[in-house]
């Protein structure tokens, strides 16, 4: 098990290297050029050979590259093209922050909507119920969000002017209600399936037939054991959503005026932000492997059948 | 400057979601309160420290606003950067409501009988915010350090390049400007290379501010800049908001409000207006029907907004074919039903453009009103260019900036007019924004539209000569005829004002019939929404200072 | 082995009739197959030209002549979503097929067979092109590589005279299909693998490779079978979210290229609170028939897995 851990660590600086040396070479090789886009169609070739090389992107790409692995690994990550002389650590972690909250409070909605109904529903197996709450939540997990979230602000916002149209003011505070419900009902889905399978697997078992038996109070054992049985998916989708923060909820944040990392780093991207675009992308990967790795040693710790060699 | 055109049309269309790439196109913000407002300034010098009691104490104008890239004056060369650095900011001379130049820091001036020496009096009132004394070394040593190659300043060469010495800075031959003397303590003398009528107005822009050595010494010196402007920065959250307060002892008088709050978020913003949380916003189409309904509540607050000075266009590069037989493009321009699209198609948000130059800037002719719809001029065009038999043209790509949105509506119409018209079939590329500018620049697009320009100044150099003279690198359609250049060379140095507009009328009326680009629209938010209790806010073509002059009532 | 076939096949039957029986799968095939046949055959069923603009009708709500209304130009909305569907079909089914089916599923086999050296190699690529957040890999992609395609695409077209190759939108679906593919195969990969792992330990395929049957032969008779109800179930889950990637691409502008029309511009087009106030068809068209092309292949992706995986009925 402890081998297994430690070569999975092992592993992972040769994983961002290699993330970080495909991001750089597309960067670099594919179209576009920051000084240009700094510039406009103000275009003047001898003051961008200027900025160039005052910003020493006149230097071969492997000396480029080895200089940011170098700082990078110190965990500095430059300074932004587009914000000039801003760091881009300083820019992108309040934006995290922002997006985390916001994924957070979503997460929150889905999983208390979520793991109740699919609880409910795995006893009304076989009735109308359970394939209709299941469809329900099937419904409002395929609207695109582009379309519910006009619709939520008109509701919320034009009609009966509950909330603010946009804005950002942290976890208490009303303006975050739309992009989170937008995100977080989604979501319902995915929590409601899990719920309803585990609980399924739970309920055919024959300790909870013995344990009815034997005068149990029916709701405590299997609540006891669904809830055992429900966290290692759980616990999977709360670490990749903790890692899939990154880039995905910029629509939402684009739409609502959230100042989060997804529009940002899709705004990166569009102005050829290098440093800004490596640092995500580096963030991500690393986040993503270590919510993988968190993954698979909950998975053994929490069901011993499970083993690493 | 240039704006992505993509992103106009998109936030005309959809005023709502436009924030998004806004920087990506290095354009015009997505607030289209290009105006601003003026202060009178000579009949303000008076001390004005008295005047407070005019001020509404804890007033605050709220706007949407998007990120600036710096608010380094002489890095920037956005104006979404601009809009704010004129507030934080000042330099020698400023611009007002009315465009005209008008004192700021200098009091005074004179200009030798040669047209080469400006000899400028600063006033003895101005004072940083922190209350230190400005005097022309600070300009000395703002000139030297936006001229310096370690300041990266994009426009040095654009807006400076006429001062004799700068060439040398930049190039780091020097870090002194001999052009630029120290006469006294509040007396600056610059010398240009020849008598360009223009040059003060160049003097407008930020990268000719004064900044303060002692605070750009610091470290990010941006995020609390010791200006000199109407308003002090107060906050800035990136992305976030940033917050402007009232620099109560301004050498002009000073602002009425005690607040400017710029939300940088972004976000629906007809929404946020109706929902109180903005005070002005433009009006996108999909609103212009229920706003313009005299029934609605909103239609008391509709204020109707000059045109900016810009313009959008289908550039081709006439150095390939088929662009290259001015036949053919006259075809093109005559085959567009310019009115049936801004009617119709962007429901009057534009007014189409036949000339270069826009309504109501330094030199407009409205005499020149260029190549009009003709189906059948059209067709005669291009029966007598070489390219009369359309199944020997060569592949047709029209390039249009996309990153995010459509590649704008009336591109889509015009193709099919031209198909229709002359049945030629034309390819939409729509390249993304970065790719986009290395090709422009590169002149390796076709023709290509979705870009519009924006004056930095108002005068007609800043349209016509940039964009048209043959050795300009900001000419990016390989357009190259002599007659034009040599009326855009002289009317650079001319001193008489009706000549020189004659000179450049002359030459934009060669330009228009050549066609090296077929003038699109004149754009703008047609209709600006204001807040009652929002004054004096006023509607200009241009980014200029605007806030000190509001007032706000309740 | 025959037996084993027919075993498959005849549990295969069992699945389909199980499926037929629940109401909702039904419906759904139905709906997809609506939707993608008129998507397919957009040339013949939609009444107008995608690019027809009529400027006597522009922003007409719904009407006889225009089912789903006209947008700013006139056009008319029902036909350009036909077209749009089309784009989603030919992009969902190019990824689906190149990504999942063949790259996936292939290297999946191979990896689970081979083991060892290929399995790391494999799977250590997998995990690096798994770990870039997709989203942004995709716009890189979409981004740099476009204008690349294009020329390449444009350089055919003149050196062989082939006409109308760029009309077809054919680079957009390449550009795109590769961008999703780049990290869609992984998935499906990892799962062949572990099915591969699993049945490798029955008796069935020693005693296949005894009798010295060839590896082609024991890893698509014997094992493909098995792991084919898991991997139907989730080509089929993945579609719905293929689908909504291909309108965060189009979203973004980096998806199929004006005039043709697409579903995600449409949807940004009318995506904000004043169209849907005062042109509320320009949204509910286009939204309508991408509510449902998700909903029917997640409905139908459920109603798979409990069809196929009859451990979760």
């Known amino acids: ?309 | ?554 | 082995m025959n037996k084993n076939i027919t075993q498959s096949k005849g549990h295969f039957m069992t699945a389909l009739s199980r499926l037929f029986r629940k109401k909702i799968a039904v419906v759904c095939i139905a709906i997809l197959i609506i939707i993608y046949f008129s998507g397919i055959f957009a040339f013949l069923i939609a009444p107008y030209e995608y690019t027809a603009q009529d400027y006597s009708n522009i922003k007409k709500p719904p009407s006889i002549e225009h089912w789903m209304g006209t947008d700013r130009a006139g056009r008319d909305v029902f036909s350009r979503v036909l077209w749009g569907v089309q784009n989603t079909v030919i992009i969902t089914f190019v990824a689906i097929l190149t990504g999942s089916i063949f790259i996936g599923v292939g290297l999946g086999l191979i990896s689970g067979y081979r083991g060892g050296r290929v399995d790391s190699l494999i799977m250590r690529i997998g995990e690096i092109s798994s770990s870039f957040p997709d989203i942004l890999l995709v716009i890189i992609l979409a981004a740099t590589l476009r204008p690349r395609i294009l020329g390449f695409i444009r350089y055919l077209e003149d050196a062989y005279n082939i006409n109308g190759l760029v009309k077809t939108g054919i680079v957009d679906y390449l550009v795109i299909s590769l961008a999703l593919v780049s990290f869609g195969w992984i998935g499906t990969a990892r799962l062949m693998r572990a099915q591969v792992l699993s049945i490798k330990q029955n008796q069935y395929i020693d005693s296949a490779k005894s009798i010295g049957a060839s590896t082609s032969r024991i890893l698509f008779l014997h094992l493909m079978p098995n792991a084919i109800s898991p991997l139907v179930v989730s080509i089929t889950m993945g579609m719905g979210a293929l689908v909504g990637t291909e309108i965060i691409l189009s979203w973004l502008g980096l998806g199929v290229q004006p005039p043709r029309p697409s579903l995600g511009r449409m949807l940004l087009e009318g995506g904000s609170i004043s169209v849907l106030r005062e042109e509320p068809w320009l949204l509910i068209g286009p939204g309508i028939v991408v509510f449902l092309l998700i909903i029917c292949w997640n409905l139908l992706g459920d109603s798979l897995s409990d069809v196929l995986n009859p451990r979760t009925r």
Not at chain 2, 447 to 467: Q, T
Request: glycine fraction near 8%; aromatic fraction near 10%.
């Open chain 1, 1 to 309: 098990m402890w081998k297994y851990i430690v070569g999975r660590l092992v592993w992972i600086p040769f994983l961002l290297i290699a993330v970080a040396f495909i991001t750089f070479i597309l960067g670099r090789f594919g179209p576009g050029d920051p000084v240009e886009v700094m510039m406009g169609t103000k275009y003047n070739p001898v003051v961008a050979e200027r900025i160039r090389s005052e910003m020493g992107l006149d230097k071969p790409v492997m000396v480029q590259f080895y200089k940011y692995i170098q700082s990078a690994s110190k965990g500095d990550f430059g300074e932004s093209f587009r914000f000039r002389g801003r760091s881009v650590s300083s820019l992108i972690a309040p934006k995290m922050i922002v997006s985390a909250k916001l994924s957070l409070v979503a997460l929150l909605i889905s999983i208390s909507i979520g793991l109740p109904l699919g609880f409910y529903i795995a006893h009304k197996q076989g009735t109308w119920i359970d394939p209709l709450i299941v469809s329900f939540s099937v419904f409002f997990m395929s609207i695109p969000i582009m379309i519910t979230i006009p619709f939520l602000l008109w509701i919320g916002c034009l009609k009966t002017n509950l909330v603010p149209c946009s804005g950002w003011g942290g976890i208490f505070d009303s303006r975050i209600i739309i992009p989170a419900l937008a995100m977080g009902i989604p979501g319902v889905a995915g929590m409601l399936r899990i719920m309803r399978a585990t609980t399924l697997d739970v309920l055919g078992q024959d300790y909870i037939r013995t344990a009815q038996s034997k005068g149990l109070h029916y709701f405590t054992v299997s609540t006891r054991h669904v809830f055992r049985n429900s966290i290692i998916p759980i616990v999977t989708i709360l670490a990749f959503s903790l890692a899939g923060l990154l880039g995905g909820a910029f629509i939402t944040e684009t739409i609502m005026g959230i100042p989060g990392i997804g529009r940002f780093s899709v705004e990166s991207i569009f102005n050829r932000d290098y440093p800004v675009i490596m640092a995500i992308t580096l963030i991500g990967a690393t986040a993503f492997v270590i919510a993988n790795l968190m993954a698979d040693i909950s998975y053994s710790i929490i069901d011993p059948r499970i083993r690493y060699k």
């Open chain 2, 1 to 554: 400057m240039w704006i992505c055109k993509n992103k106009l049309l998109f936030k005309v269309i959809f005023s709502s979601l436009l924030l998004i790439f806004l920087i990506s196109c290095s354009s015009d913000s997505g607030e289209k309160n290009v105006d601003q407002f003026t202060n009178t300034s000579e009949k303000v010098l008076s001390e004005k420290k008295n005047n407070n009691n005019i001020v509404s104490a804890g007033k605050q104008l709220n706007v949407l606003y998007s990120d600036p890239p710096t608010l380094d004056p002489h890095r920037a060369q956005d104006s979404t950067s601009a809009g704010i650095i004129l507030e934080i900011y000042s330099g020698l001379v400023s611009l007002d409501t009315n465009l005209q130049i008008i004192p700021d820091i200098a009091e005074s001036w004179a200009i030798s009988n040669d047209g080469m020496k400006y000899t400028f009096k600063l006033r003895d009132n101005a004072k940083f915010h922190n209350g230190k004394k400005i005097t022309s070394a600070d300009f000395v040593w703002s000139f030297n350090r936006a001229a310096n190659p370690a300041t990266t300043s994009i426009t040095a060469e654009d807006y400076l390049g006429d001062i004799v010495g700068v060439q040398d800075v930049i190039d780091g031959k020097t870090d002194k400007i001999s052009g630029i003397k120290l006469i006294d303590e509040l007396t600056l003398e610059i010398n240009i290379d020849s008598p360009k009528a223009y040059f003060l107005a160049k003097l407008t822009y930020p990268v000719s501010f004064v900044l303060d050595s002692e605070n750009v010494k610091n470290k990010n010196w941006t995020d609390s800049p010791n200006g000199s402007g109407p308003f002090m920065l107060d906050e800035y959250l990136i992305g976030e908001k940033l917050l402007l307060k009232r620099n109560p002892d301004w050498y002009r008088e000073p602002a009425k409000i005690e607040y400017v709050s710029m939300n940088l978020a972004g976000g629906q913003a007809m929404a946020m207006y109706e929902n109180g949380e903005i005070d002005l916003t433009g009006v996108g189409m999909a609103d212009l029907e229920r706003v313009l309904d005299p029934s609605s509540d909103l239609n008391k607050d509709v204020v109707i907004a000059p045109l900016s000075f810009s313009q959008y266009y289908i550039g081709f590069n006439v150095q390939k074919p088929p662009f290259d037989d001015k036949y053919f493009r006259q075809a093109l321009a005559h085959a567009i039903n310019k009115e049936l699209i801004a009617n119709e198609v962007l429901s009057g948000m534009v007014k189409p453009a036949y000339g270069i130059l826009p309504p109501g800037f330094p030199g407009y002719d409205k005499t020149i009103d260029g190549l009009k719809f003709n189906e059948q001029l059209a067709k005669d065009m291009l029966a007598k260019s070489k390219y009369s038999n359309i199944n020997d043209l060569p592949r047709l790509i029209l390039s249009v900036p996309g990153t995010g949105g459509s590649a704008g509506l009336d591109i889509e119409v015009i193709i099919e007019m031209w198909k229709q018209t002359l049945g030629i079939e034309v390819e939409i590329q729509q390249v993304e924004w970065a790719t986009f500018l290395q090709m422009l620049n590169r002149q390796e697009l076709q023709f290509f539209s979705g870009l519009g320009w924006i004056a930095d100044y108002p005068d007609p150099e800043n349209f016509l000569d940039i964009n048209f003279h043959s050795t300009k690198s900001t000419n990016h359609n390989g357009y190259k005829n002599e007659e034009v250049d040599k009326l855009l060379e002289s009317a650079r140095i001319e001193q008489d004002l009706n000549n020189r507009m004659q000179m450049y009328n002359n030459a934009e009326r060669i330009i228009v019939d050549e066609a090296p680009w077929i003038p699109l629209w004149f754009p703008g938010d047609r209709y600006v929404l204001i807040n009652q209790r929002v004054k004096n806010y006023k509607l200009t073509p241009m980014s200029v200072p605007k806030y000190s002059l509001v007032e706000i009532v309740d």
